[in-house]
């Protein structure tokens, strides 16, 4: 449910909900009072207790009292001069909120209620013998400060003195029923709005107010630099869309801090393993050239010997640099490529014959089958593909054990495409580590491959250029056995255009 939605709903809830309800409550309390107020009382009618006209419900409270006080006068008026019955009658409509006052020619000679009798203005205010009709049911006399029902019975006493009766009722006040069921429909009122505005107020804060303390306490913790939490709301409103963003900020962020981690930690093994790198040769170079200095080298022979060995020093710190700028280019993606068509079969002739000089003076056997046409052509960079082949082999070369090293090159036709394998007898990678030997900085035994040197990127400098070609590269090994690593490359074919 939308936000909007929400807030119209809990708009309309906590308005036409309680009202509804305390519509409901005060219909039922007030039937089930007018009905229990018509059976204690003996009433022929139904009392609307609710009814601003107060004076209906005092009329009729009073009508069976007096009805059996004009059918009394009837037949016994010598009765209403006896103060035992008089006051028996007064106690029964005293039950019905009435008082009794009964007046024999001008004297007053019974007044059922204490404070009326010394209520002289009332007194002297009672309506005259036959004032009021005696089919009424009643008149109204005001005396300024209160409201009161009078109905008046005329008669004759046995001497033949006229007599009234009158039942008199105070309608300024409620009756004790109707003064309870406004007590008890205001309390029912105040529950109904209570329990309403507590459901609405639980719905809310589950809703609205519990995200945003998510929010809230998300955001302290990504302040914080604690990044692993997670949002798990599940609302479709604006606030789930916002944690949902929230929460892919955060992942994000993960990543990237993570990403930095671990570049960081590159940085530092890739600074370790070039220092390492560069102290061997460096420190090969300064012990032939003090033995040069010294004359240690004094025959022409050793001269030469020493001469070519700073220099072959030399040129693997050159190489090295050489590889730690195309790593750089790696990062910031600005390899430079210079494609052309290169014909395969002559193209690792000549590396197999440049490559095998060195091989042949580290006492390696290096061994090249070409199973491809002679006029199969690929596009791709020379020198870039030249490093591909020298990493390889380089990184063959690091790890042969054998006492005599193998390294067969290869090429193969695979339809539309040519595969190269480059194979050695060296000790091989375990199963477990074969799929990452071309992530940066990966070494399969760390503790032992650091005596053999290496900045650790010189396979994924190569699978690189080779993805960069529109190629694909794996690796094969057997511990023990060696290690054959495959590269593929697209052939170079004419596009013949009809004319």
């Given at each position: 449910m939308r936000l909007k939605t929400r807030l119209t709903t809990a708009f309309l809830a906590i308005t036409i909900v309680p009202l509804f309800l305390i519509s409901v409550c005060i219909y039922a309390l007030s039937s089930y009072q007018s009905q229990s107020f018509k059976r204690v009382y003996g009433l022929a009618e139904q009392v609307e207790l609710l009814s601003s006209n107060s004076l209906q419900i005092f009329n009729r409270l009073t009508q069976n009292a007096q009805e059996e006080i004009r059918q009394a006068l009837q037949s016994s008026p010598e009765k209403f001069e006896d103060p035992e019955y008089l006051a028996l009658l007064n106690e029964q409509l005293q039950d019905h909120y009435a008082c009794l006052v009964v007046r024999k020619g001008q004297t007053l000679i019974f007044i059922g209620d204490e404070e009326l009798a010394h209520d002289e203005q009332l007194r002297g205010l009672l309506p005259e013998y036959a004032i009021l009709n005696a089919d009424m049911e009643g008149g109204i006399y005001l005396d300024g400060d209160s409201q009161h029902l009078i109905k008046q019975i005329d008669f004759f006493f046995p001497d033949k003195v006229m007599g009234s009766v009158f039942i008199?009722?105070?309608?300024?006040?409620?009756?004790?029923?109707?003064?309870?069921?406004?007590?008890?429909?205001?309390?029912?009122?105040?529950?109904i709005l209570l329990v309403t505005a507590s459901l609405l107020t639980m719905w809310i804060y589950r809703s609205i107010l519990k995200p945003l303390d998510k929010i809230r306490k998300a955001t302290k913790d990504i302040r914080d630099g604690n990044l692993d939490f997670t949002m798990d709301i599940d609302s479709d409103d604006e606030l789930g869309e916002l944690c949902m963003d929230f929460e892919e900020m955060r992942m994000r962020l993960k990543d990237s801090n993570e990403e930095k981690l671990q570049y960081d930690r590159e940085s530092k093994e890739l600074i370790s393993n070039i220092a390492h790198d560069l102290k061997t040769p460096i420190t090969a170079i300064k012990g032939y050239a003090e033995g040069i200095m010294d004359g240690v080298a004094s025959s022409p022979e050793r001269l030469d010997k020493y001469i070519r060995t700073i220099y072959n020093k030399a040129n693997d710190m050159d190489r090295l640099i050489d590889e730690l700028t195309f790593y750089s280019k790696?990062?910031?993606?600005?390899?430079?490529?210079?494609?052309?068509?290169?014909?395969?079969?002559?193209?690792?002739?000549?590396?197999?014959?440049?490559?095998?000089?060195?091989?042949?003076?580290?006492?390696?056997?290096?061994?090249?089958?070409?199973?491809?046409?002679?006029?199969?052509?690929?596009?791709?960079?020379?020198?870039?593909?030249?490093?591909?082949?020298?990493?390889?082999?380089?990184?063959?070369?690091?790890?042969?054990?054998?006492?005599?090293?193998?390294?067969?090159?290869?090429?193969?036709?695979?339809?539309?495409?040519?595969?190269?394998?480059?194979?050695?007898?060296?000790?091989?990678?375990?199963?477990?580590?074969?799929p990452n030997i071309f992530d940066r900085f990966y070494r399969a035994d760390a503790s032992r491959n650091s005596s053999k040197g290496g900045s650790g990127i010189g396979l994924s400098i190569v699978r690189k250029i080779i993805e960069d070609h529109g190629g694909r590269i794996w690796a094969t090994s057997k511990e023990g056995s060696g290690t054959e690593v495959h590269f593929v490359l697209r052939k170079y074919q004419e596009v013949i255009q009809n004319e």
């Open positions: 008199i009722s105070d309608v300024d006040d409620l009756i004790p029923e109707v003064k309870f069921m406004v007590i008890e429909m205001f309390a029912t009122g105040i529950a790696i990062d910031t993606n600005k390899i430079p490529y210079t494609y052309s068509k290169i014909n395969v079969s002559q193209y690792f002739k000549d590396c197999v014959e440049e490559v095998g000089l060195d091989m042949e003076a580290k006492g390696i056997e290096l061994g090249y089958f070409n199973y491809t046409d002679d006029d199969v052509m690929v596009i791709a960079d020379a020198e870039q593909m030249k490093r591909v082949i020298n990493n390889i082999i380089s990184n063959s070369v690091k790890y042969l054990d054998k006492k005599r090293g193998i390294i067969n090159i290869r090429i193969q036709d695979a339809g539309d495409f040519i595969q190269v394998g480059i194979e050695d007898n060296g000790r091989g990678i375990a199963a477990k580590d074969l």
